[in-house]
């Protein structure tokens, strides 16, 4: 049978070639995690062929072939609900339970050949919603915990997964909309699923991009922002008061944050008492998270550098406690609502 080379055809391929290749790479890349990543990266990326062999109906071995990767399809959103979840450090329990959905729709295909494939597109849509929110809403936490801990959050905060995860909802929701529009628009179903793929190659790159940079950090799940384990440490105002001065006491004798890697671990161990009664202390009596407290203070000293000295920007961000000029950039607009130059611009003596 002849095959038309169409552009969908091409970038579908292209997706599964770049799919294979992210997919080895992040296997190799020895950071254990990423095992869940290349299994979902896998999956996607063939994915991208079930509508070329969907067209190809006129074939049985392709339709069939078609009909496997739709039951693949199931898979793909556990394996990255797999990986988010042990990047969050809770990883997923019962990971047999999570592929049962796939093993009903491999029986269905298997003993109802004629099964109308739309039903278990809708299936599939469902569950990919219920994993996405799911995902996002594990991120969401994560990220606030990381706040509590880390002075420092770049390559650990996973906004690169958040901002994954939602390009992912946007591209369902284009493969729900555009497809069944297309015609009414004068698109012709070739044209919207080169379009697709396209865009699913743009998107295995760029995940695979943050995934080999990604860091992993132990969080302390016992800490957050409204840990209720708060309300059982029995800290009177009195004695939080004085170790909210103590803690202040601390960082601006020792110049704490001028460390780029101070951990709220180190900050306690500095002071003499635990982590969580610092992050009760924190939150509670001075009224701000870990990350604020430091960062405030990094702000601070870089805004007397940026007034007195013709240090580069760059050099201000290190000797302010900052580890790179993006996460620089980022804090200083956060809490001074314009860019490091600006404010030089508008605080340089005349």
């Known amino acids: 049978m002849n095959i038309e080379l169409s552009i969908a055809t091409v970038f579908a391929l292209v997706a599964c070639g770049a799919g294979a290749m992210l997919a080895l790479v992040l296997l190799g890349a020895r950071k254990h995690r990423t095992i869940w990543l290349a299994a979902f990266v896998g999956t996607f990326s063939f994915s991208l062929l079930t509508g070329f062999l969907g067209a190809l109906s006129v074939s049985t071995a392709w339709a069939w072939f078609a009909s496997q990767l739709l039951v693949l399809n199931f898979l793909a959103m556990p394996f990255l609900y797999f990986y988010a979840a ?39 849509v469902l569950q990919s919603v219920l994993y996405l929110a799911y995902v996002l809403y594990l991120i969401s936490k994560y990220r606030l915990q990381v706040r509590e801990q880390y002075s420092s959050l770049s390559q650990i905060d996973l906004m690169w997964l958040q901002t994954m995860v939602v390009a992912l909802l946007l591209l369902g929701i284009f493969d729900i909309i555009v497809f069944p529009l297309a015609r009414q628009f004068w698109i012709t179903p070739a044209a919207a699923q080169s379009a697709f793929n396209f865009l699913g190659t743009l998107y295995l790159f760029w995940m695979a991009r943050g995934a080999i940079s990604q860091e992993f950090v132990n969080l302390d799940q016992k800490i957050g922002v409204t840990s209720p384990s708060y309300e059982k440490s029995g800290l009177d105002s009195d004695s939080a008061n004085a170790l ?48 604020d407290f430091v960062n405030q203070r990094r702000i601070s000293t870089a805004k007397s ?46």
């Open 86 to 124: 042990d990047a969050v450090g809770k990883p997923a329990a019962n990971k047999l339970f999570h592929c049962l959905p796939a093993a009903i729709a491999a029986i269905a295909i298997a003993v109802h050949p004629d099964l109308n494939r739309t039903h278990l597109y809708w299936v599939l």
């Open 244 to 291: 909210a001065g103590e803690i202040q006491k601390t960082m601006n004798g020792q110049q704490l944050h001028l460390q780029p890697e101070l951990s709220l671990s180190s900050l306690a161990e500095a002071v003499g008492i635990t982590p969580h009664i610092t992050s009760e202390v924190l939150n509670k009596t001075i009224g701000q998270s870990f990350y």
């Open 305 to 350: 550098l940026l007034a007195e000295t013709e240090q580069s920007i760059l050099d201000i961000a290190f000797m302010s406690g900052f580890n790179n000029k993006v996460s620089f950039n980022k804090a200083f607009r956060r809490f001074e609502a314009i860019t490091p130059s600006e404010y030089r611009r508008l605080n340089r003596p005349s």
